[in-house]
């Protein structure tokens, strides 16, 4: 009881952040609606009715982009017809699918916050991993059995996202160099090293001019969930969830995770109890770059299917939102992930169906954050009395000392 | 003017932090307000300075009854408030420092007169003997003079009663002798002053008619002339309380602790720990006393690991450790309260039974091959909780929601929670009240007696005094005298503590 208690106070103020998202995306919507705008002056209850109209079409659409539509599955399932069943539930699938690496990037990212390190190079670790990923599947090609493959290709990925996760963290442990000017420049270099690579006969797709790599889905694929027609959701999205729940135990119920945790809140006080401060950074950074290295890869070797330039897309940015969303608790994270990914995919069938653009969601997405991060403003909005500060609040706003 | 607080009551959700307080002050009279932590102190004064409003009482200044619905209309009445923690803009000199918010101004633009705001405030630290340079930047100064900034604050508001809120808990005893010499020139032209403090002997020096406070009422009233500090301590904590901690002759063993010739060297690679030699034995408690900065912190840094020598020997239990982590330090048995609990004792936005495990989390039952074992670890917190008398609601509660004193328990709990063959205590008792302090120095004599070695670092003479078997005093870097405790007076251990030599030594 306490702790469904404790959990409704935690998710409180993220759930009301994106309610309050919503209502000012609706007034957005309304005030961007020039037809029925323009009709106020004569026929203002026609206006008015035909404005909320919008705001209801558009966020159903919205809806039922994310999520499909019930009666429509219904009658698929009843038909028995696989092309129809996968039409009606291609929308949920297609939102798991962009959860999925969103899960794997928001755990990397909570893990580096819990530990006070501050992770701006999550695209840089997935496409590093992503790389790593693609070499081991082309290299492996026709030599073991694809499932072989597979595993090989999964492990090298997060070992190389790994890696690239380790050089800041050792950089700022050893030199005191600072994670976020690190992070950010091996984004960069990230991003030449795989056009680098994707120059190279090996990597790049025969006959292409532009830099995407061949088409790795005949040598090995990661295994489908559901076998229909145009469905991509595979077990990348069961891996993910499995290792929230490894990221969860690891953080909350082992020594390594109170290390971790203790080093992110207060850099002193662990050196004082005689852990090693160091050794937590490196490991938090190294462990959040597999992550997101495991992630890249699972793009690669499944939903995507080769190595693309934009491979990434942001999304080592998009999870430091997302983590923040969490509270940095990888429930929250799995959560935030399925919200991000439901928008995403909601929102392409919006702006088809509704004629309201898909930029309407980055602007919901950006006010979902903004109020994250301004608990105030949502408590004195909706008169949610002030209680403690959350400590994952606490751990990304003190500042880290160098060792 | 005359100060009279009546029957002020003032509730908060869960508890009655107020309860019908009546107190009064007289013109040009120091009014000491004594009480723990919590007894209502704070809540009192913020009523008197506006910034809460009473459920119920009048405060009435010279006869005429007030009712301060902000702080502006406190300081119109001339009521002037000197916070604990400072309200100073860092970057501005003590000029705009002091007039900030109630500047003179020329000019149809309203700009803002520099000049006569200097002049005043030069008048104004001349009249009190309030040594500041009014052109240095706030950050540019030490704590001290910072707290003189904030006098000259309420003075440049005409303020004629003076709240000071823990004036001496940033300050060292050379300073607070200085705050009281301004607080006595300050009443000699009839300035009245409330000092709120929980420390006895400041108390007893400065005021001239006391008020103790206990959970939110009035437990009685002194005169500093015949008080003395153990009925003033009963009335505050509301039953008998040991001052000077009650134990036997010191036991001593065999040594535990031997530093050998040690130099250590400070953040700015100056000699801190200049060639010192101590032992301490099993069965006793070795105090070193002296003035902040003259190395004790280096030398405890040193001996526990966290700071890398320059040369000499440090055994602990016979063995060598001066290249040691804090880790294998601790292995031996070593327990360390750090000088700074919030900063290095505790991690704040972790739990109580957390911070209960934080230097042992590592071993058994605790953990075993890196996985916590949750019921071990709240069982045992919850078992330090009650032997240590920790108020906090429960053990899942974050360190930073407790008392100092609370918190300063759980630091203690933990180092005792595992058997301790040396324990190094640096300002352990810093900042607690009376009650808090006699429970931590009762528990470090219970290690003594049962056989652990006890090296404590102080600041404060009364505390080396109670607890020392035996007292060094640390200057410039050096032990410049062990005393045996039956010998020890403030003055001779003040005298070494300023530098002078010391020829005869009790160990």
């Known amino acids: 009881m306490n702790r469904l208690r404790d959990l409704g106070r935690r998710a409180l103020v993220p759930a009301l952040s994106v309610i309050t998202a919503f209502i000012f995306g609706a007034v957005v919507i309304v005030l961007t609606d020039l037809e029925n705008l323009a009709r106020l002056p004569t026929d203002p209850v026609g206006a008015i009715l035909g404005a909320l109209g919008g705001v209801a079409r558009g966020y159903g659409a919205m809806l039922s982009g994310a999520f499909g539509d019930p009666a429509r599955v219904v009658t698929a399932l009843g038909s028995g017809n696989p092309r129809d069943i996968a039409a009606a539930i291609r929308p949920i699938t297609e939102t798991l699918v962009g959860a999925t690496p969103l899960i794997f990037a928001g755990l990397a990212i909570a893990i580096s916050f819990r530990a006070g390190m501050f992770n701006i190079g999550g695209d840089g670790q997935l496409m590093i991993g992503a790389l790593g990923a693609t070499i081991t599947v082309l290299a492996l090609s026709g030599q073991a059995p694809p499932l072989l493959i597979l595993l090989a290709g999964l492990a090298v990925g997060a070992l190389s996202g790994g890696m690239w996760g380790f050089i800041p963290g050792f950089l700022k442990a050893r030199t005191g160099a600072h994670e976020v000017i690190t992070t950010i420049m091996l984004n960069y270099v990230a991003v030449q090293v795989v056009f680098f690579a994707l120059r190279s006969t090996f990597l790049r797709a025969p006959g292409s001019t532009s830099p995407v790599s061949r088409n790795l889905t005949p040598i090995t694929d990661v295994p489908l969930l559901i076998t229909l027609p145009g469905i991509r959701l595979d077990l990348g999205f069961i891996v993910a969830l499995v290792m929230a729940a490894i990221v969860s135990w690891l953080l909350f119920r082992t020594t390594l995770g109170f290390e971790l945790r203790a080093a992110g809140f207060n850099l002193t006080a662990a050196r004082y109890a005689g852990m090693s401060a160091g050794g937590s950074m490196i490991l938090a950074m190294a462990l959040s770059g597999g992550l997101l290295g495991l992630g890249g890869s699972f793009m690669v070797l499944g939903t995507v299917g080769q190595l693309t330039l934009d491979l990434s897309g942001g999304i080592g940015f998009t999870a430091i939102a997302l983590a923040l969303l969490a509270s940095l608790r990888p429930s929250g994270v799995v959560l935030a992930a399925l919200l991000f990914g439901a928008l995403t995919t909601g929102g392409k069938l919006m702006g088809i169906q509704s004629g309201i653009p898909f930029d309407l969601l980055s602007f919901i997405m950006a006010l979902v954050i903004m109020f994250v991060a301004a608990p105030g403003l949502i408590r004195s909005i909706w008169r949610v009395p002030v209680s403690k500060p959350a400590p994952e609040v606490a751990a990304t706003t003190q500042p880290t000392g160098t060792v | ?238 039953r008998d309380v040991e001052l000077i901690v009650a134990k036997g002759p010191a036991n001593p063993g065999d040594v535990v602790l031997s530093v050998h010739d040690l130099r250590v060297r400070d953040d700015r690679l100056d000699m801190a720990v200049d060639g010192v030699d101590l032992e301490v034995r099993a069965g006793e408690i070795v105090a070193i006393a002296g003035v902040q900065g003259n190395g004790q912190t280096e030398l405890v840094e040193a001996i526990v690991g966290l700071r890398t020598i320059d040369s000499g020997e440090i055994t602990i239990g016979g063995h060598h450790t001066e290249n040691a982590s804090p880790r294998e330090i601790s292995d031996l048995g070593v327990a360390h309260i750090p000088e700074d609990r919030g900063r290095d004792g505790l991690i704040n936005y972790m739990s109580v039974a957390e911070n209960y495990i934080l230097d042992t989390y590592h071993r058994e039952p605790y953990s075993r091959r890196g996985v916590l074992n949750l019921e071990a670890v709240n069982e045992r917190a919850a078992q330090g909780v009650k032997d240590f008398d920790i108020r906090t609601p429960s053990i899942h509660t974050l360190a930073t929601a407790l008392s100092g004193g609370n918190q300063q328990k759980v630091v203690v709990a933990r180092e005792f929670s595992v058997p301790v063959q040396l324990a190094i205590a640096a300002q352990p008792t810093r900042g607690l009240d009376v009650g808090s302090i006699e429970y931590i120095h009762r528990r470090l004599v219970e290690q003594r007696d049962g056989g652990a070695a006890i090296l404590i670092v102080s600041t404060e003479l009364d505390e080396v005094i109670a607890v020392g078997d035996r007292i060094a005093v640390m200057y410039d870097g050096r032990i410049v005298g062990i005393l045996a405790g039956a010998e020890a007076t403030h003055e001779n251990i003040g005298l070494l503590m300023g530098g002078a030599s010391h020829t005869e030594s009790a160990a």
């Open chain 2, 1 to 238: 003017m005359q100060l009279e607080l009546r029957d002020i009551s003032k509730r908060f959700p869960g508890v009655l932090a107020n309860d019908k307080i009546s107190i009064s002050a007289d013109k040009g009279k120091v009014l000491g307000l004594l009480g723990e932590n919590g007894a209502g102190k704070t809540t009192l004064m913020n009523i008197l300075s506006g910034l809460y409003k009473p459920d119920s009482g009048e405060i009435v200044i010279d006869g005429k009854e007030h009712v301060f619905a902000d702080p502006a209309a406190a300081i119109r009445a001339g009521v002037g408030m000197v916070h604990q923690h400072f309200m100073l803009v860092p970057v501005f000199d003590v000029v705009e420092a002091v007039a900030l918010g109630a500047e003179p101004v020329t000019g149809p633009l309203g700009r803002f007169d520099r000049a006569i705001a200097r002049k005043r405030i030069v008048e104004l630290s001349t009249q009190y003997g309030l040594d500041v340079d009014p052109d240095a930047k706030i950050e540019s100064l030490p704590v001290g003079v910072r707290q003189r900034v904030e006098i000259l604050k309420a003075l440049y508001r005409k303020s004629d009663i003076l709240v000071l809120d823990e004036p001496s808990a940033v300050l060292t005893p050379q300073e607070t002798e200085e705050l009281f010499e301004i607080i006595r020139s300050l009443t000699a032209t009839g300035t009245t002053i409330i000092f709120i403090t929980h420390k006895l002997n400041e108390v007893l020096e400065v005021a001239d008619q006391i008020v103790v406070l206990r959970r939110g009422r009035v437990a009685g009233t002194a005169d500093p002339k015949t008080a003395t500090r153990q009925e003033l301590a009963n009335m505050m904590v509301g």
